[in-house]
């Protein structure tokens, strides 16, 4: 209990930061719009190979853009020795992870709801159709790409190119969880059922869990080794 109130805490200064200078978040979202307008000349909105890739379009969007909001959420400790401070609290180490890893998942969650109804518009998606399910799909993928985000962000917090490094350390881990969401986002844009798709949810589910008590079981490792 402790260390779910503890994560809670530092998630809610992270979310209360980035309120303040929303450096992050503009950033991103002014990312994905350009990367979002840019495809929209590059493919034809009304064909069906349009259609047929919209969730690999989506989620190749939120997934570089997400890299931004992931590379500042350690660097912004290295300042004036708050990342030492941090880490010398009386906090255990999965917290500050799991607090980590919540304030970026909120952030992501924000910028792709905020991303969706601009991609509906440019790429003739009726996204409403199945939105509740949509939306559980969201915050499985994020949550999935926060997590290995988050460890690789502690991991590289004090190497000099750590934007370079970051992306390439997070993409090749990921692949299976974007795989899962960008089959699943297809399918509810298209107006499928989820059942015919419940293995990749499942594979989604599961990459969750095995990686977020990864990153709680190293994170110790990574912010004190």
Request: glycine fraction near 6%.
């Amino acid at each position: 209990m402790n260390v779910l109130r503890a994560a809670f805490a530092i998630a809610l200064k992270d979310l209360r930061v980035e309120r303040r200078n929303r450096e992050v978040i503009n950033a991103a979202f002014s990312f994905a719009l350009v990367v979002l307008l840019l495809f929209s000349f590059t493919f034809d909105p009304s064909g069906e190979e349009t259609r047929e890739m919209s969730g690999g379009l989506l989620w190749l969007v939120f997934s570089f853009a997400g890299v931004l909001v992931l590379n500042r959420s350690f660097a912004r400790e290295t300042s004036n020795d708050c990342l030492d401070a941090l880490v010398a609290a009386p906090v255990p180490g999965a917290a500050i992870f799991l607090g980590k890893a919540l304030a970026n998942a909120l952030l992501l969650l924000v910028l792709e709801l905020a991303c969706l109804p601009v991609f509906g518009i440019f790429y003739n998606v009726r996204w409403q159709v199945n939105f509740g399910w949509l939306l559980v799909v969201f915050v499985l993928g994020t949550w999935g790409f926060t997590v290995i985000g988050t460890v690789f962000s502690a991991l590289t917090v004090n190497v000099r190119l750590r934007e370079l490094m970051l992306p390439l350390l997070v993409f090749p881990v990921t692949v299976p969880a974007l795989m899962a969401s960008v089959q699943l986002t297809t399918a509810l844009f298209s107006g499928q059922p989820i059942a015919p798709e419940l293995l990749w949810l499942r594979l989604l589910v599961g990459f969750d869990l095995i990686f977020t008590l990864l990153g709680v079981a190293l994170v110790e490792t990574l912010l004190v080794g």
